[in-house]
């Protein structure tokens, strides 16, 4: 790819915000998750909510979830039926006796699908229906959602590599992916299955320019993996060229992040503002994210 191409890309944002949809609805937003219809789910952790708005952001959420929940701070849908015909939604929480909840999209949780975990940070769902989650003792757990709520396996920090509390995870197209500061690595997920993976195995596929700790990673329909940043408030893209900075200078630490495939549209959440910018993505010719035009600020 030409230099001017890749210059192009990188730190590219396009302001065209428009008046808020709503405002008052978020405290503390974290995690963040949308499902095929383009709806999006907001964990709030100080007010113990997630929050679903459709895909419109109409002036007020179309869904309040409480029943459960407890500091929610991560999301992960699973669109396949494992428990609802229509997908599952996993909620993270971090308060009292920390634990992964399980919900239909439309709210209704799961009695006695509850899956224990120390501080689920981080969630991503996985081929063959297993659930990841990293927690802040620097382990990675695996849950095979289809045969209960039984760990499928447990890597520690030895394995790992990472500081605790910090890191992004993610699964794309059979491949296993964790980050935190200045790297990510990969891992063939069936093989993270059967504990194959010595310590210190996991392969670092990426360095810069992610500069500090990541918090989210979620991948679009081209296996490009979009990253938060959130030592330098931005936007990072590891895609076929090479990470590059697709937004930069963002107003606060970028702490959820996930994407709309269909609509090519980006949701990043902002806890400290109590915000969410919702962006439209743009791609060139080999499907590499070129620009991020601020669409929308949620309030």
């Known amino acids: ?13 396009l302001p065209m915000m428009t008046a808020p949809a709503f405002a008052g609805a978020f405290s503390q937003p974290t995690g963040l998750a949308v499902d095929s219809n383009g709806s999006l789910y907001v964990a709030n952790q100080s007010s113990s909510k997630v929050l679903v708005f459709d895909k419109n ?11 459960g929940l407890n500091q929610p701070i991560s999301l992960a849908i699973d669109p ?5 015909q229509k997908g599952t939604l996993y909620v993270g929480n971090i308060g009292g006796a920390a634990r992964i909840t399980t919900y239909t999209l439309g709210g209704t949780q799961f009695a006695g699908t509850t899956y ?16 990841y989650d990293f927690d802040n003792a620097a382990t990675l757990n695996m849950y095979n959602t289809t045969f209960g709520t039984a760990i499928l396996q447990s890597y520690a920090s030895a394995s790992l590599q990472y500081t605790p509390g910090l890191g992004a ?16 690595l990969q891992y063939p997920e069936a093989m993270l299955y059967v504990g194959h993976p010595a310590a210190g195995f996991f392969p670092i596929i990426s360095s810069g320019p992610i500069a500090g700790s990541t918090f989210a990673m979620n991948f679009d329909n081209f296996h490009n993996a979009f990253i ?33 495939k269909a609509r090519n549209r980006l949701f990043v959440s902002f806890p400290n503002l109590n915000t969410v910018n919702v962006y439209k993505i743009t791609y060139d010719g080999n499907n590499v994210p070129m620009t991020a035009t601020l669409l929308k600020t949620l309030l």
Not at 58 to 65: C, D, E, K, S, V
Not at 80 to 84: C, G, I, M, S
């Open 1 to 13: 790819m030409k230099a001017f191409h890749i210059a192009k890309a990188i730190a590219t944002i």
């Open 57 to 67: 952001f109409a002036a007020q959420p179309q869904l309040t979830i409480t029943a």
């Open 80 to 84: 396949a039926p494992v428990f609802a």
């Open 116 to 131: 224990p975990a120390f501080r689920p940070y981080a969630l991503a769902i996985g081929g063959d229906h297993v659930l």
């Open 169 to 184: 995870i993610g699964s794309d197209n059979g491949l296993f992916y964790i980050g935190d500061g200045k790297t990510v």
């Open 228 to 260: 938060t940043d959130t030592t330098n408030n931005a936007i990072v893209v590891r895609a076929i060229i090479g990470a590059v900075t697709l937004i930069k200078n963002l107003p606060s630490f970028p702490s959820g992040i996930a994407l709309d």
